[in-house]
């Protein structure tokens, strides 16, 4: 198992920018893809983005593609995501997850109900 804990979200004006960390300590977070995804008050959850283990494919769905950007360090076991040119429906409750599965692909992550570890999150807010 891995923890995760989530970072660097706050309020932020429609337009504006901000970027999360992923910290993760347990096991061998290099070998495993990783996941961000988000839940608005009253929605399910939902994927956004995954990144493969060595941080060389990405996966986007398609309300972020061009806004938001993945990254992983894993030397530093961190998973980044920067947040360009917010809206207010990207207003949510931002979680990461990293994959059960060993080698795992960023599109595999979009599979909610497959096995992975999960941050506490952390809550991102756009006003208009």
């Known amino acids: 198992q891995v923890q995760l804990v989530e970072s660097g979200g706050g309020l932020v004006q429609a337009g504006g920018s901000l970027r999360l960390s992923c910290a993760a300590s347990?096991?061998?977070?290099?070998?495993?893809?990783v996941g961000w995804f988000r839940q608005a008050p009253g929605k399910e959850r939902e994927f956004v983005v995954g990144i493969s283990w060595r941080g060389d494919s990405t996966y986007y769905r398609d309300s972020v593609k061009g806004r938001f950007t993945i990254s992983r360090d894993n030397a530093k076991n961190t998973v980044y995501l920067q947040m360009n040119s917010l809206k207010p429906e990207d207003t949510a409750v931002y979680y990461c997850?990293?994959?059960?599965?060993?080698?795992?692909?960023?599109?595999?992550?979009?599979?909610?109900?497959?096995?992975?570890?999960w941050g506490q999150g952390t809550q991102v807010t756009v006003s208009s």
């Open positions: 997850a990293a994959d059960r599965s060993l080698f795992g692909t960023p599109q595999a992550m979009e599979v909610l109900n497959l096995p992975k570890d």
């Open positions: 347990g096991r061998t977070f290099s070998n495993y893809a």
